[in-house]
């Protein structure tokens, strides 16, 4: 038998923005690019797709992510509605054409359900294009929620609660989203300080940091995970230290959008558990997610070997941890056995003596023969 690894958790996945590979990739003459340019181009995507066109590429997506290494997936939904806003007859019919999607590509999934009730702080209306995302009511979230929840078995798929952003749902909202999801086991997930100018208007709008508004609804805690978590202060660090909370990196989007270098040695330091998201899926690689976080932190530091483990001071045991066990449990999901197979044989392992360990600082999706789900 070859090599084996544990199998990958991609924790924040937005399965359609796959669509975008390769076309996003140039600017305007005279014009910089940044996340919000990109997040127009994601928009007009967005506007074009309808439920078939959903599960298939998300199809495909999951397949992709299955033959390079991720046997979970966490899908951070919030197309729910047609192009023009209006409700489908069947209220949760985006949210059935992922787990659906997920079953085909023989993926487990968690599909995480994402409010979005508005088009920023303040309170300003969802945009034309914003509309398909949203919830106008509270109430909404509960129905949907409880509509999916027969499509799901708790083994090979679950349901989870998203909070798109605190840009995106409002601050009253927090306290009952979350108390709501606790009392029906879901785990929770939010976009967290991706840009800088988030945190700034968040300061300016409630007088504390996305993380900071996060903690005083309480909705910080072991079940919650922070997606990106990109710009965070010392006292956000020491929040969800305390509180138990999980950050997902998504290494290569973050670098894709330019959205900034995390503080990823921090955070390690700090005792919050890491894992990892390809996110927009301009790479779907968790070799690369990985090797960028620590590469990363390697470079912000000016040292090497920083998501080591404090007893052996191996980089690899951490990275294994971070890419597969630390990402099933932020999805709630059980592993149960999941394996990538690698090929012992391939070119990047000859002569290597540790060679899990050199796939995860010098492999690529290329190594993985075949990926098994345990039961
Ligand atoms: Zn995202």
Redesign the pocket.
Known sequence: MGPTLPGFANV?S?AFQRLLRGSVQSREPGRADTFWTWRERMYALAQRMDVADLEAAARQCYTECRSAGYTAIGE?HYLHHRPDGERYADPVATSRAMLRAARQADVRIALLWTVYHRGGFGGAALGPRQRRFGTAQLDDVWRALDALAGAVDGRTSRLGLAIHSVRAVPEGWLGPLAEGARGRGLPIHA?VSEQRVEVETCVATHGVSPVGLLAREGVLGPDFTA??ATWLSDADIAALAASGSRVCL?PTTEGDLGDGVPRTAELYAAGVELCIGS??HAVIDPFSELRFAEYQARAATESRCVLADAGSGEVAPVLRRIGSANGYEALGLTAAGDRVHLDARAPALVGVTDAPSAALMGGHPGLVQKVTLGP
């Open positions: 924040h937005h951070f976009h997606v990106h998504c996110d927009s």
